[in-house]
């Protein structure tokens, strides 16, 4: 099947700092990415869709000035946690559609963001 | 909106096999998924299936689906403990591909 990555795979930081989680395709190219949250224990939760050469459609209560998303290329989007703080701790996966009839979904393996 | 919904827990017997429920709302709901995730780690596809299907079968998995109730469920034959794990239920139509999760279920698989 098709690879996602991310980087960093964790990241500790001090509040108030922003950090930038990176989302690549490896082998194939992804018009629309999506950007998912994970607190502890608990289920996936839909951010922001990520569209290559436009703005990202962001989930209701998802703050755009506060995850700042950039899908610059078919292969990489970013996303940007701006002056972060404790609440923002969470594992966060990115995901790219696939190109098969199967409507699959290839999913990263996460970033652990820890703000101190 | 869409509302996928899953028991919190189960545990079994090593050997024995473990069935998963999921309920969804969205009869629209065109394909229907069955994820793994170990502790710290990222989403597995264990298997998905159609709408227009009620049965698929894959190794130890079995996925049935009840599209009239809206039921999913996830059945592991000859449980391992290596089947330990959060197994999430997603829905998705053809709208770009966007999932929605379940809470998903935490399988423990006792020796």
């Known amino acids: 099947g098709a690879v996602v990555s991310q980087h960093p795979s964790r990241v500790i930081c001090k509040s108030g700092t922003s950090v930038k989680i990176e989302c690549r395709s490896l082998?194939?190219?992804?018009?629309?990415m999506f950007w998912y949250r994970q607190f502890p224990k608990q289920s996936l939760m839909l951010m922001a869709t990520?569209?290559?050469?436009?703005?990202?459609?962001?989930e209701q209560g998802v703050e755009k000035d506060k995850f700042l998303i950039n899908h610059a290329s078919l292969t990489l989007s970013t996303l940007t946690v701006t002056s972060a703080h404790p609440e923002d701790s969470s594992f966060y996966i990115c995901?790219?559609?696939?190109?098969?009839?199967?409507?699959?979904?290839?999913f990263g393996p996460g970033t652990r963001l820890t703000v101190l | 909106g869409e509302d996928v919904e899953q028991s919190l827990f189960l545990s079994v017997r090593e050997g024995d096999s473990s069935v998963i429920n999921c309920t969804y709302t969205?009869?629209?709901?065109?394909?229907l998924y069955w994820y793994k995730q170990e502790p710290g780690a990222g989403l597995q596809l264990l298997t998905y299936?159609?709408?227009?299907?009620d049965m698929k079968q894959d190794q130890r998995l079995t996925v049935l689906l009840n599209k009239k109730d809206k039921h999913l469920s996830l059945r592991i034959a000859d449980t391992q403990t290596g089947d330990s794990a959060i197994y999430f239920c997603?829905?998705?139509?053809?709208?770009?591909?966007?999932?929605?999760f379940g809470g998903g279920t935490r399988l423990m698989v006792k020796p």
């Open positions: 969205d009869s629209s709901s065109t394909y």
């Open positions: 299936i159609f709408s227009n299907m």
């Open positions: 995901s790219a559609g696939g190109t098969g009839g199967e409507n699959e979904q290839f």
């Open positions: 990520s569209n290559e050469g436009s703005k990202a459609t962001y």
């Open positions: 082998d194939f190219q992804a018009t629309t």
């Open positions: 997603a829905e998705s139509k053809n709208a770009g591909n966007m999932l929605t």
